[in-house]
């Protein structure tokens, strides 16, 4: 992304609502804040949810994650909404995100999301709420979960605003979502018609990804067995600079699991592409991703970068 002496309209705005000038000094060039000041925890969650509830889901508010994070180290935590109607059996919106995280802005990072398929949004109207939500705080867009194919016009002007406001998209891609074919074509034209913007990979489609020799159905699956050669992740984060990993979820945790050797390799070859995540979003939900990445060992500064330093600085975060 590029960067400019002059105190950018998301930064002006941003300092308005905290009234900080630790924020403003950022934007023109100071140093930033030393990372004692975040608050404490060993990881940033680039991907929960907070739920209403609704038929057997039990809620889960702020309160409930909050709890939840004290208890695994997790200093902040990004919450998503779910607006597409593919992603999820209620929807969570971002006004109900915004509201949700509102008294815990410190540890809880609200995202923003809109349908591109909404009726009568232009793209003008897309840079607008986008804006909108960006002065109330979002940091990112996501999760991204509409079932158009990867590459479809409506998603590309939604990127591309995305892109203008400055907020990394965070999708799901799978064979109902987001969709596209084995190698990820769809994916790669986006991210060279759009190289503004920064992407952040999630779900089926993306982690089998991780490996070569696939066939449609595996987009939708969760591999078994060796990591192949040839898989398209490698590539496009040796071609792209704009391309990030969210290992949260049982696609994730699949990916690193399968193939444990080729696993902690990857995550000590990538570690700049690397974000934690936990898809954590129902009370009492197993989480995998702690065990198993405490089990690779990982050096220290490989940590850091993967488990949180990564997370705030594609988020511009401050202490």
């Given at each position: 992304?590029?960067?400019?002496?002059?105190?950018?309209?998301?930064?002006?705005?941003?300092?308005?609502?905290?009234?900080?000038?630790?924020?403003?000094?950022?934007?023109?060039?100071?140093?930033?804040?030393?990372?004692?000041?975040f608050p404490k925890g060993k990881y940033v969650?680039?991907?929960?949810?907070?739920?209403?509830?609704?038929?057997?889901?039990?809620?889960?508010?702020?309160?409930?994650?909050?709890?939840?994070?004290?208890?695994?180290?997790?200093?902040?935590?990004?919450?998503?909404?779910?607006?597409?109607?593919?992603?999820?059996?209620?929807?969570?919106?971002?006004?109900?995100?915004?509201?949700?995280?509102?008294?815990?802005?410190?540890?809880?990072?609200?995202?923003?999301?809109?349908?591109?398929?909404?009726?009568?949004?232009?793209?003008?109207?897309?840079?607008?709420?986008?804006?909108?939500?960006?002065?109330?705080?979002?940091?990112?867009?996501?999760?991204?979960?509409?079932?158009?194919?990867?590459?479809?016009?409506?998603?590309?002007?939604?990127?591309?605003?995305?892109?203008?406001?400055?907020?990394?998209?965070?999708?799901?891609?799978?064979?109902?979502?987001?969709?596209?074919?084995?190698?990820?074509?769809?994916?790669?034209?986006?991210?060279?018609?759009?190289?503004?913007?920064?992407?952040?990979?999630?779900?089926?489609?993306?982690?089998?990804?991780?490996?070569?020799?696939?066939?449609?159905?595996?987009?939708?699956?969760?591999?078994?067995?060796?990591?192949?050669?040839?898989?398209?992740?490698?590539?496009?984060?040796?071609?792209?600079?704009?391309?990030?990993?969210?290992?949260?979820?049982?696609?994730?945790?699949?990916?690193?699991?399968?193939?444990?050797?080729?696993?902690?390799?990857?995550?000590?070859?990538?570690?700049?592409?690397?974000?934690?995540?936990?898809?954590?979003?129902?009370?009492?939900?197993?989480?995998?991703?702690?065990?198993?990445?405490?089990?690779?060992?990982?050096?220290?500064?490989?940590?850091?970068?993967?488990?949180?330093?990564?997370?705030?600085?594609?988020?511009?975060?401050?202490?």
């Amino acid at each position: 992304m590029k960067t400019t002496q002059n105190i950018s309209r998301r930064a002006f705005h941003q300092a308005a609502l905290a009234g900080s000038a630790a924020l403003l000094g950022a934007a023109v060039g100071a140093k930033p804040a030393s990372a004692d000041a975040f608050p404490k925890g060993k990881y940033v969650d680039i991907h929960t949810h907070l739920g209403q509830k609704w038929g057997t889901k039990e809620k889960l508010e702020a309160v409930d994650l909050l709890k939840w994070m004290d208890a695994h180290d997790i200093a902040q935590a990004v919450v998503l909404p779910l607006v597409n109607p593919e992603s999820w059996d209620h929807p969570l919106t971002t006004d109900f995100v915004l509201k949700e995280t509102a008294a815990h802005r410190d540890r809880l990072i609200p995202f923003c999301a809109v349908d591109p398929r909404t009726i009568n949004l232009s793209s003008q109207g897309k840079r607008d709420i986008l804006r909108k939500y960006q002065d109330a705080g979002c940091k990112g867009f996501g999760e991204s979960k509409p079932g158009v194919p990867m590459y479809d016009p409506r998603n590309l002007d939604l990127f591309q605003a995305c892109a203008e406001v400055g907020f990394p998209v965070l999708f799901h891609l799978d064979n109902q979502r987001n969709t596209d074919t084995p190698g990820l074509p769809g994916l790669e034209k986006v991210l060279k018609e759009v190289p503004e913007a920064t992407f952040i990979g999630h779900a089926q489609g993306w982690w089998a990804s991780i490996s070569g020799g696939l066939e449609q159905a595996n987009l939708q699956q969760y591999p078994k067995g060796k990591v192949l050669p040839g898989g398209a992740m490698g590539r496009l984060f040796d071609t792209y600079p704009n391309i990030y990993a969210d290992v949260s979820a049982g696609s994730g945790a699949n990916a690193f699991s399968r193939d444990p050797e080729h696993g902690r390799a990857f995550c000590i070859k990538y570690v700049d592409r690397l974000l934690f995540g936990t898809d954590y979003l129902m009370p009492e939900q197993v989480v995998p991703q702690f065990e198993l990445f405490d089990s690779f060992d990982l050096p220290e500064e490989v940590q850091a970068k993967f488990f949180r330093d990564n997370a705030r600085k594609l988020l511009g975060l401050s202490a």
